[in-house]
C-alpha cells in the first residue's frame, strides 16, 4: 500500500488511523506494504514490518497558471496561497491579464492550504476588480477550503460555484447584490497594521459579522480616525508597538477604546482558525458575560 499525505492537512494521528484501517481490511500474504509518513521522526513509531518511506514537510510554491474562455480569465492556482511574497504568483497572473478584461475565475481545486494573509489576498484581488466594474469568482474548491469561507463568514463576500464552468457562465448572468445593514447601529472597529492583505482579511471578516470597520496602515493614521469615529475596539497587529510613544498616542485618543492585539504568527495562521478565534475574542470583549 502506498500512502501521500501533503503536511500540514493530513497528520500523523491521520496517517495513524489509515494504517490501522489497511491492517484491518487484511493483506494477501504475498502483498508489499510500504507506509508514507509525514516526518522521519514518526518513522520508527512504524519500524514492524512495514517498510517505511518518510516524506519531508516543505512547503508547496504557488503554482499559476491562466488561459481565456471568451471574456474571463481562468486562473488554475496549485499549492499553498499563504501571506507576503508566495503569494506574488497569483497577484502578477491577474495583474498580467488586467489591460484584456476585469473578469477572472480562480480555480482552487490545487489550493492545499490558506492562511489569514492569503486569504486576505483575495479580498484585496476582489475589491479591485469589482472596483473597476469586473469581479472575481472562485469554483472548485476543496473541504478544507470551504470550512475556511464559512469559518470566516467570508461565502457571501465572494461567488463560490461547483465547476470551472458555471463561474465562467455566471458572467454572462446578472451580477447578485449584497446587502448590508446600515453602518448607524453597527460597533465600531478599527484594525491598524501595515499589511494591506491582513487589513483586507480583518475588514471582510468583520463587516461580515455586522462591525463598522474602519482601517489604517499607520498609527497616526488611526490617531485621526479614532479621534472622529470613537470606535469600541481597536485591533493592532504585532508591530503596531515597537513605537512605545506613538501608541501610546493612539491609545490616549480615547482612553474608553479597547484594544486586541494580535499575536505574532496571525498572519500565517490558517485562515478558518483566525477568523473564528478573533471573532470570539471580540465578542468576548465587547459583549462580556
Not at 518518510?54 to 471568451?70: D, F, T
Not at 489591460?99 to 481545486?109: P, Y
Not at 475589491?127 to 470566516?152: M, N, W, Y
Not at 453597527?186 to 499589511?195: A, L, Q, T, W
Request: glycine share 8%; proline share 6%.
Amino acid at each position: 500500500m502506498l500512502g501521500f499525505f501533503p503536511d500540514p492537512l493530513v497528520s500523523f494521528h491521520a496517517a495513524l488511523i489509515i494504517l490501522l484501517r489497511s491492517i484491518n481490511d487484511g493483506f494477501g500474504a504475498g502483498d508489499s506494504k510500504l507506509l508514507v509518513v509525514l516526518r522521519s521522526s514518526h518513522a520508527s513509531f512504524f519500524r514492524v514490518s512495514y517498510p517505511v518511506l518518510c516524506y519531508l514537510s516543505a512547503p508547496m510554491k504557488l503554482i499559476c497558471k491562466s488561459h481565456q474562455i471568451g471574456d474571463v480569465v481562468v486562473v488554475r492556482c496549485v499549492g499553498r496561497i499563504v501571506a507576503g511574497e508566495e503569494s506574488q504568483p497569483l497577484r502578477l497572473e491577474i495583474e498580467g491579464s488586467l489591460l484584456e478584461t476585469k473578469r477572472f475565475v480562480l480555480h482552487l481545486g490545487g489550493v492545499a492550504y490558506i492562511d489569514s494573509g492569503g486569504l486576505g489576498a483575495l479580498v484585496r484581488s476582489l475589491g479591485t476588480l469589482r472596483a473597476a466594474r469586473g469581479d472575481l469568482k472562485l469554483c472548485e474548491l476543496s473541504p478544507l477550503l470551504k470550512q475556511v469561507f464559512e469559518a470566516t463568514h467570508l461565502k457571501g463576500i465572494f461567488e463560490i460555484y461547483g465547476t470551472e464552468r458555471e463561474a465562467v457562465e455566471a458572467f454572462c448572468h446578472r451580477p447578485r447584490t449584497l446587502v448590508q445593514a446600515s453602518s448607524g447601529s453597527r460597533p465600531k472597529v478599527i484594525c491598524v497594521d501595515g499589511s494591506s492583505d491582513l487589513l483586507a482579511y480583518l475588514s471582510a471578516i468583520l463587516k461580515r459579522c455586522n462591525y463598522d470597520v474602519y482601517t489604517a496602515k499607520y498609527l497616526s493614521d488611526a490617531t485621526t480616525l479614532v479621534k472622529s469615529t470613537h470606535p469600541r475596539l481597536a485591533i493592532c497587529g504585532p508591530a503596531t508597538q515597537e513605537s512605545a510613544p506613538a501608541f501610546e498616542r493612539f491609545r490616549q485618543a480615547d482612553p474608553c477604546m479597547q484594544i486586541l492585539v494580535l499575536p505574532p504568527d496571525f498572519r500565517a495562521t490558517e485562515a478558518g482558525k483566525a477568523g473564528s478565534n478573533l471573532v470570539a475574542r471580540i465578542g468576548a470583549l465587547l459583549n462580556p458575560p
